[in-house]
């Protein structure tokens, strides 16, 4: 059994110390472009055998290298993929390969490099200061710009606009610094996204034309030209990007790579993504619940059942949320257990699996003749995966010290979300063979207590009542297992 807490952002390093232009050049700092530097970086940890996409599971033989190559080569990039593929993920771990900290000309709005300012009020200070022009460092994970594509996005949005209280102070309408800059030029020298691109408008698209080719913004009708230095990235759903909603054709022609994205091909990775994702230790007050593996590969084969089953609508995918979200209830389940029973050490048992299916079913869209069978499907998958699991763990397992306890002395053991591990154990007595059944769940690492005990217990019995060696009755939550 493992638990795994959120991964911890690095601190930050302390800046350089320079804070003029004359200090810099004094430092030997070098201007590299923003594609520059990320291929030069990405370069040095693909030398070392370093990370370099933190967090990103699954992708390491199929896209990854295409993403590489593609900003090898400079290229701007569209991701196209199904929903809860990662993309947003994945485009957001690209800071990383940003350098840790850059310079920036204090107070610009669009970020100007101290040794080629752009706009024209950095400029103005350029010739006035020379040497002593001002300088501000600027942390990586400042230079990151998002907007979700929704149809009410606007030009000005984007790239900008007349600001009218410039205008209302006095300045004339010609004058550049009356312009009020977007999202885009205000993430200059950094990482521009747009997410689900095709829902962006066509003519708000048409925007972005001279900003992936010409490298530059116009504004209203002004003669203004700023070489923007950045990489731009777009997400987008295939379904969307055909039907929907579209990307024009002359901004498709303009990203450098097309990159498609897929759900994990194998159960060890939608356990990575699960572990890594969800909440295995989840608290509330001074309560911790635990989820053992079992149950986790339980939940990541019931997402893999959901997603290739034929009653489900292939089009809308299944997203990965929907195994992060089954953890996390089934978690909270025990959580709820252990305040309401008050349990000491609560442990999520099978029992807790059942909850998932109702709070799963709005997350998947379902073939229009499996009207009315949404429930009925979910939980013949869910009975499915607890099978395979069973079978993987304790198919070749002695059970018969277990088994015996039905067969020769007639129990009767009634479990559900209510009852507590001691009271369980109680029902069933002394088993022999219970501590080879942990072993073979990999809950031999020193957890013995009684929740523990009862987790594996129940998994045991739900097992043996799958592969119809025991049968079971469900009354209003609660089940009973008997021969």
């Not at 232009?21 to 970086?41: F, P, S, W």
């Not at 379904?239 to 303009?254: A, C, H, M, Q, S």
């Not at 010290?401 to 029902?427: C, K, N, W």
Request: glycine share 8%; hydrophobic share 40%.
């Amino acid at each position: 059994m493992r638990a795994l807490t959120p991964r911890e952002p690095a601190p930050r390093a302390t800046p350089p110390q320079a804070s003029t232009l004359g200090e810099l050049r004094a430092d030997d700092h070098v201007h590299r472009t923003v594609k520059e530097e990320i291929r030069e970086n990405l370069l040095g940890r693909l030398r070392s055998g370093d990370e370099r996409f933190p967090g990103i599971v699954g992708f390491e033989e199929t896209v990854l290298p295409h993403l590489e190559r593609g900003l090898l080569a400079g290229h701007d990039l569209v991701l196209l993929g199904e929903r809860g593929q990662g993309k947003t993920r994945l485009i957001r771990t690209l800071l990383e390969l940003l350098d840790e900290w850059t310079p920036i000309v204090a107070g610009c709005e669009i970020n100007d490099h101290p040794y080629a300012p752009v706009c024209v009020p950095c400029g103005r200070l350029y010739e006035e200061l020379g040497d002593d022009l001002p300088v501000r460092w600027k942390h990586r994970d400042d230079r990151y710009g998002e907007k979700l594509a929704t149809p009410d996005t606007s030009v000005g949005d984007l790239i900008g606009d007349i600001d009218p209280i410039k205008v209302a102070e006095g300045r004339p309408l010609g004058d550049p610094e009356t312009v009020h800059y977007g999202l885009v030029p205000r993430t200059n020298r950094g990482i521009f996204s747009v997410n689900e691109l095709p829902d962006l408008a066509e003519r708000i698209q048409v925007a972005l034309l001279n900003v992936l080719e010409e490298r530059d913004i116009q504004v209203r009708g002004y003669a203004l030209r700023l070489p923007l230095d950045l990489l731009l990235v777009a997400s987008a759903n295939p379904e969307d990007y055909t039907n929907r909603g579209r990307i024009i054709t002359p901004l498709k022609d303009r990203f450098g790579a097309e990159i498609r994205t897929h759900y994990p091909l194998t159960l060890e990775d939608e356990l990575a993504l699960v572990r890594q994702e969800a909440a295995l230790r989840w608290s509330t007050g001074s309560l911790t619940a635990a989820l053992p593996d079992h149950l986790l590969e339980v939940i990541s084969r019931f997402t893999q059942l959901v997603r290739e089953s034929p009653s489900v609508d292939v089009r809308s995918g299944v997203s990965a949320r929907f195994a992060i979200a089954g953890a996390e209830t089934v978690v909270a389940s025990a959580v709820r257990r252990a305040a309401l029973t008050s349990e000491e050490n609560p442990v999520a048992r099978v029992c807790d699996l059942r909850p998932v299916v109702r709070t799963l079913q709005g997350k998947v869209e379902f073939e229009v003749s499996e009207e009315g069978r949404e429930e009925e499907v979910l939980e013949h998958l869910l009975r499915r995966a607890t099978a395979e699991t069973f079978r993987r763990h304790l198919g070749g397992a002695d059970l018969s010290g277990l088994l015996d306890r039905f067969e020769e002395e007639g129990a009767t053991v009634e479990t559900g979300e209510l009852v507590p591990a001691r009271d369980l154990l109680g029902q069933v007595g002394p088993v022999t063979g219970l501590a080879q059944i942990m072993s073979r769940l990999g809950m031999d690492g020193g957890e013995e207590s009684p929740e523990h005990g009862a987790a594996a217990l129940e998994f045991a019995l739900e097992g043996l009542y799958l592969t119809r060696r025991l049968s079971k009755d469900t009354v209003f939550g609660k089940a009973v297992y008997r021969t």
